[in-house]
């Protein structure tokens, strides 16, 4: 009876002397607190496009990636600093040296060539007014890849923008999800109120 009290003990306190087991947490994101949506226009008489963006945003010259401003005096970027992201559009005249197809197949090699390595898929969604004349493609572009959202409009006579949404951080499809779900609803306003000049 003693070696079975003694064995029941030795038991006990080996099960009673194991470390706690830690399951691990799983890996969380801070809580983004994202600004009311409000829109202004966009309207220099220089430009040859207008529409609206969020109060939240600030446009500045795309000096540095147009390189000299005389060659691309249209390029501007849509900056949200307390998100870190970036809207950059570019504007082309079509005309005999950017015709509409160079232009549609440049946008069409930007979006699938540049994010298919780290894109799960990219959908798009076509869109088009036929009383602004404004017509274009929305892409999506899923997964870990540079830039979720890209687009372009045109009037498919002489106008044609392009634009693409840029975050100032490593992708990770995850983290940003709330700021792309975000800015995309920004991005369909812009599309939506564009009008040309």
């Not at 963006?53 to 949200?80: K, M, T």
């Amino acid at each position: 009876m003693n070696k079975i009290l003694a064995l029941a003990f030795i038991t006990i306190s080996y099960i009673a002397c194991k470390p706690p087991v830690h399951t691990p947490k799983p890996r969380g994101y801070f809580k983004i607190a994202l600004p009311e949506r409000s829109y202004q226009m966009f309207d220099s008489s220089s430009f040859p496009y207008s529409f609206e963006y969020p109060v939240y945003g600030q446009i500045s010259h795309d000096a540095q990636i147009s390189g000299n401003e005389q060659d691309n005096p249209y390029w501007i970027n849509i900056e949200f600093p307390e998100i870190g992201g970036k809207i950059y559009i570019s504007y082309k005249n079509v005309n005999d040296k950017n015709s509409l197809p160079t232009l549609n197949e440049d946008m069409y090699k930007m979006t699938y060539t540049a994010h298919d390595k780290k894109a799960d898929y990219i959908e798009d969604y076509y869109f088009q007014d036929e009383e602004r004349r404004v017509f274009g493609t929305l892409y999506r572009v899923s997964g870990d890849a540079a830039s979720a959202y890209q687009f372009f409009a045109t009037d498919s006579t002489k106008h044609f923008i392009r634009g693409a949404l840029y975050f100032d951080v490593a992708p990770n499809a995850d983290s940003l999800k709330p700021l792309n779900d975000f800015l995309k609803e920004d991005i369909n306003h812009l599309l939506y109120s564009l009008s040309w000049n």
